[in-house]
């Protein structure tokens, strides 16, 4: 055992025993915790026990870092984070289960999320980051947390040229896209980038068009101060009403959209996205999960069947043909986040959609 754990345990068990003592309550009540942190703690070790008792623990060596994208808590011994597209190992962790459990509640707390067994899941919003926690029995004995970071510069397709992320030709084509009003998906495996070029493609965008956004947590980016960001709000252990994305959806057509941007196409909402965009929404964007441009039309075709189970194939298909004209495909190399291809939708036979090619590597 370390100097670090013995005097951290030591510590706990003489605040544990001060706190049932203690009369007083909030501020008052921290500042004699913290005075007893400050005598029985030796200087190299004083900040860190400060941080697990009081702070985010080993958190707080991350958190303030700018270039770390992600941050993974498999349980208290275990935190991996991304930085600069590298998954590390984090040689600190919890020092107990009680401030690791205390740790999790606090986030919860600031991030207004509720998660206990009747919704062992939630997301949101906290400081910088999009924070998801999952309780068991969704996940083995321990609390699991992912926090992935906002980034605070927009990514503009400039940027993302400046990082090799596609040569000019492709750039400009996925410029004509915008400029024509197209509408397209950008699809890739997670992590690829999907979010970032989304929010580059709608920095292009005239600051006169009305752009309404449909997310589960807010992570797109509204390009002007005429446009409109609506968020699902999913909290059954509240009095608020369940409003998914389908809804979204239909209340996005009340309020006057030039264009219709979906974070990510997930469910049955795929069936009203596509209605929508035949009904005059040129220039719509969205993203999905998805390998391949292929792939995608099939995944999309399958949500929409969800969201509509009594209209045949073929009806979908010709919906979707009608609705979308393109595909951008963005993958990951390593450390590298690369646009693998841009289509065009072309055609549809009995065999399935047809695609030109504009710009294709092989990654």
């Known amino acids: 055992m370390t100097l670090l754990q013995r005097e951290f345990n030591n510590i706990l068990q003489l605040l544990q025993g001060r706190i049932m003592e203690e009369s ?18 030796s200087p190299e070790n004083k900040n860190r026990i400060e941080e697990e008792l009081f702070g985010y623990g080993p958190l707080e ?23 600069e597209g590298t998954i590390h190992l984090l040689e600190d962790s919890f020092l107990s289960y009680l401030t690791f459990n205390n740790i999790v509640e606090k986030l919860s707390t600031e991030a207004s999320l509720t998660v206990n067994l009747k919704k062992p899941f939630a997301e949101g919003k906290w400081k910088d980051f999009r ?12 609390f699991h947390v992912i926090l992935r970071r906002h980034p605070k510069n927009i990514w503009t397709l400039e940027k993302l040229l ?3 992320w596609a040569p000019p030709e492709a750039i ?23 979010t970032s070029v989304l929010n580059a493609c709608l ?7 009305r752009i309404i956004t449909i997310e589960d947590a807010s992570e797109i980016v509204l390009p002007n101060p005429v446009s409109l960001k609506l968020l699902t709000q999913t909290a059954p252990e509240s009095s608020l009403a369940l409003i998914d994305q389908n809804e979204l ?28 965009l035949t009904s005059g929404h040129r220039g719509s964007i969205g993203t999905l999960h998805s390998e391949t441009h292929q792939q995608a039309l099939w995944k999309l075709e399958t949500l929409a069947q ?58």
Do not use: C
């Open 61 to 83: 060596a991350l958190i303030h870092r700018p270039y770390i994208n992600e941050i993974i808590i498999n349980n208290q011994k275990h935190i991996a984070y991304e930085e």
């Open 162 to 164: 400046s990082k090799s």
């Open 203 to 209: 920095q292009e965008l005239s600051q006169k068009e």
């Open 306 to 363: 969800i969201g509509a189970p009594q209209w045949q194939s073929s009806t979908i298909q010709r919906l979707l043909f009608s609705s979308l004209q393109g595909v951008v495909v963005v993958s990951r190399r390593g450390n590298l986040r690369l646009l693998k291809g841009i289509y065009r939708i072309t055609g549809l036979e009995p065999t399935g959609f047809l695609f030109e090619s504009l710009f294709e590597r092989n990654l």
């Open 131 to 142: 924070i998801h926690i999952t309780r068991p029995p969704l996940v083995e004995k321990d």
């Open 249 to 276: 959806v239909r209340q996005s057509l009340r309020l006057r959209p030039d264009r219709i941007v979906m974070g990510e196409v997930r469910g049955g909402e795929a069936k009203d996205l596509l209605l929508a």
């Open 24 to 41: 007083s309550s909030g501020k008052e009540q921290r500042d004699n915790l913290k005075k007893i942190v400050v005598q029985q703690s």
């Open 172 to 194: 400009d084509i996925l410029k004509d896209f915008i400029k024509e009003k197209l509408n397209f998906l950008i699809v890739g495996p997670t992590s690829s980038g999907k």
